[in-house]
């Protein structure tokens, strides 16, 4: 039976990564179409979204299990990402808040008003022997479905972003071991991501690095300043996924949406905004999305 960490690596990282190659005709240091390989592109609708209630579980045996739900975050922003999800992991009333998204359509990423549904599902690893004090089966997943496919990420508490086109910056990775360095390109401007670590790999097929982050360098208002974004003691077989960089704020400098996990079991979606940083400081974390994947 496929688990809930295998779909959602299908569904974040197979569509984003193959978005963050570069190209032979790159003409500008900012791309709209954030190097997509439109060969190779994938919306929502590439992949299933829900898992079907197996056959055993009929309509009239399955009761939705509503309880021990989440509260609403208490952070000014809130971010969400469409996907299948353990119930305390989508809070109460997402759905009926005002969200943009930052959506990928007809070759660029742009801002849209939108919205979201929030509807029960099979969670395969938590379902399959599941029942409620009355002895029925239950489903305690929570599917987020966005009613724009392509969205990369929704994001509530923004209120002075206004919708339109976003300019990307031009990067040609999204994994970095410790010592690399991501050149981020943005209209004549670069800022340099550099992932820092000891590596403590036993094999080439896995990732496992002690005091493992990232830094940033750059130029703001004239100085060049450098900051490190994250930083995790281990690293457990993952690593640090950048999965978008464009300027959301529209203040010149390009924001980072990353998944930050250090566990191969954690999803760990951040969004970093230059405009909210603190004095001498390039981004602040503004929001984060946390899943486990078992």
């Known amino acids: 039976m496929p688990t809930l960490r295998s779909f959602t690596v299908l569904l974040f990282l197979l569509p984003l990564l193959s978005c963050n190659k570069a190209t032979d005709n790159v003409a500008t240091d900012t791309d709209h179409a954030h190097m997509v390989d439109t060969a190779q592109a994938r919306t929502s609708e590439d992949y299933d979204f829900v898992y079907s209630i197996p056959d055993s579980v009929t309509a009239t045996e399955f009761a939705v299990d509503t309880t021990n739900l989440s509260p609403e975050p208490d952070t000014p922003i809130k971010i969400l990402v469409e996907g299948l999800f353990h119930k305390e992991e989508v809070w109460a009333g997402a759905e009926s808040k005002d969200w943009i998204g930052l959506v990928f359509a007809n070759g660029k990423y742009e801002i849209r008003n939108t919205s979201l549904q929030i509807e029960a599902a099979y969670d395969p690893v938590r379902d ?10 239950v489903i305690s997943g929570r599917q987020v479905i966005g009613k724009d496919s392509s969205t990369l990420l929704f994001i509530n508490g923004l209120d002075d972003i206004k919708p339109g086109t976003v300019d990307t910056a031009a990067y040609d990775s999204a994994v970095l071991k410790p010592g690399q360095q991501l050149p981020l390109r943005f209209k004549g401007k670069q800022f340099t991501l550099t992932a820092f670590g000891d590596s403590t790999l036993s094999d080439s097929t896995n990732y496992s690095y002690k005091q493992y982050g990232w830094k940033i360098a750059g130029i703001k208002n004239g100085k060049k300043l450098e900051q490190v974004l994250s930083q995790d003691e281990m690293l457990d077989n993952s690593i640090y996924v950048l999965h978008w960089a464009g300027d959301l704020d529209r203040d010149g400098i390009p924001d980072l949406i990353a998944d930050l996990s250090n566990q191969y079991n954690l999803m760990r979606f ?3 905004l230059s405009s909210k940083a603190e004095k001498g400081k390039l981004y602040k974390r503004v929001a984060v999305f946390e899943s486990n994947r078992k």
């Open 128 to 137: 399959a022997e599941a029942v409620n004090e009355e002895g029925r089966k």
């Open 270 to 272: 951040a969004l970093f």
